[in-house]
């Protein structure tokens, strides 16, 4: 006889874990702090590491929850950006490799790695922030592969920094988007209403996108856009630009 008893599964969890290999790729991870100027000398701002980055994409995906269009349009932002570094990260990876094919027969060079590599678990609140991770994974293959072409000679010093630093612009553009969100408790209900929240805001951060505030333009890792405050918006936009056209 068959068990009829309802029977439920546990949440399912899994754990990340990742592995970097070049002192490149665990700067872009650790950022730096702010450091004091020695007898009146400038200091060293901070840098923002990957911790920091996945904790603004943490609060940046909590607003996108709340309906805000702002953090809709960095969410955007960040995901456009992604894709287009990924894209570029894996154009000079295969730039550096046209660079090592003319290495002589009868040599033969094995994977570049380090002994203790730095090992970390990784935890992020949204998808963006695993896919900015991944990304950097890329960038410490592809560091790696530049050290070890620079070693050998197949690559020349100045050919070694610039890719380093292309590489690593990639990373910091990510960041730049996260560091710039502000944080303003709004929502699309309160352009809506066109309240005082609303005004506020628009006056503080500018007018959003307007393809992102009516749902045109929306990350696909940003939770679903409340349907009501977008068809309100619409049809006001709608009736706004027959008011016009006339």
Known sequence: MADNTEKRTGALHSELKIELHSHYAIGLWQGRRAEKGVEGSKGK???MGMPR????ASKINQDSLKNNPWADATMWTMEVKLNAANKKMQSLIEGLEKDMQWLPKGAT???ASVSEPLDIRVFSNTPLGYRCVFLLLGFDQFAK????AS????ISRQQRYDMLSEGSRLLREIYGTAMS????NVSRQDAVENNPVWKQAVLELGEPDVDVLLGNHRSAFSPPVNEA???LLRIRYRANNSDNAK
């Open 53 to 56: 980055f996945l904790s603004l």
């Open 145 to 148: 592969q530049v050290l070890q």
């Open 181 to 184: 969100y502000r944080s303003v």
């Open 45 to 47: 701002p901070a840098i």
């Open 151 to 154: 070693h050998y000679g197949m």
């Open 229 to 231: 405050s977008v068809n």
């Open 109 to 111: 060079l094995s994977e």
